[in-house]
């Protein structure tokens, strides 16, 4: 298989906290990782993509000292929401790409809904 | 720039019956094409992809579909929904092979099941 978890799976924060979430791949190393944001009723915008033991690149309009990216291993990025705000609020997902050159696929997470009251 | 476009933001179907969600691309070279699936407040799950021989590709849950290059379209099937089905479809196309994962995605159409 090709398991990705993400943690928490749901998260409130008071506005002006940081809120930190981790996206793990269980079962393979995954090079390449990639962080989507989806509000409701709306679909998958990429904030960034990150190699691991590299700084990540940022898609444009996001706010890379906002959202900081950490891939420090080949099992695991986070995704730190700084000074967060109620308009941060939204689900976050994660993705993983395999190391492999022929493998196309990637990978989500079951997401993780964050709440900034 | 690749870009996908999902004409149905919204499609009800009866259990039973058939079912084909559209999806159309722009891209110039040969797409990497994908069909997920998402329930509520749930990640995405891989239905089937489409990266180059047969241009009919089966996937999961019963889903097919279909790459037409002429109509750059790559539409979803089932040929009987089920109630469980209800969630929300997202169509996907990836650049190249060594960026294939950055996906575009669609808007998304939302199946609702009638009983």
């Known amino acids: 298989g090709a398991v990705v978890s993400q943690h928490p799976s749901w998260v409130i924060c008071k506005s002006g906290t940081s809120v930190k979430i981790e996206c793990r791949s269980l079962?393979?190393?995954?090079?390449?990782m990639f962080w989507y944001r989806q509000f409701p009723k709306q679909s998958l915008m990429l904030m960034a993509t990150?190699?691991?033991?590299?700084?990540?690149?940022?898609e444009q309009g996001v706010e890379k000292d906002k959202f900081l990216i950490n891939h420090a291993s080949l099992t695991l990025s986070t995704l730190t929401v700084t000074s967060a705000h109620p308009e941060d609020s939204s689900f976050y997902i994660c993705?993983?790409?395999?190391?492999?050159?022929?493998?196309?696929?990637?990978?989500f997470g079951p997401g993780t809904r964050l709440t900034v009251t | 720039a690749q870009s996908v476009t999902q004409p149905d933001i919204h499609i009800t179907v009866s259990e039973g019956a058939s079912l084909e969600l559209r999806c159309n691309y722009s891209?110039?070279?040969?797409?990497?094409l994908f069909w997920y699936v998402q329930s509520p407040g749930q990640g995405l799950q891989l239905l089937l992809k489409y990266f180059s021989g047969d241009t009919l590709v089966q996937g999961i849950k019963g889903f097919e579909a279909e790459f037409k290059r002429s109509q750059s379209s790559f539409n979803l099937r089932k040929p009987s929904v089920h109630w469980s089905d209800a969630a929300e479809y997202f169509c996907?196309?990836?650049?190249?092979?060594?960026?294939?994962?950055?996906?575009?995605f669609g808007d998304g159409t939302t199946l609702t099941v009638k009983p």
């Open positions: 079962d393979f190393q995954a090079t390449t």
């Open positions: 993705s993983a790409s395999k190391a492999s050159r022929i493998n196309y696929e990637q990978y």
């Open positions: 990150s190699n691991e033991g590299s700084k990540a690149t940022y």
């Open positions: 891209y110039g070279a040969t797409p990497y």
């Open positions: 996907a196309v990836g650049a190249t092979v060594a960026n294939a994962g950055k996906s575009t």
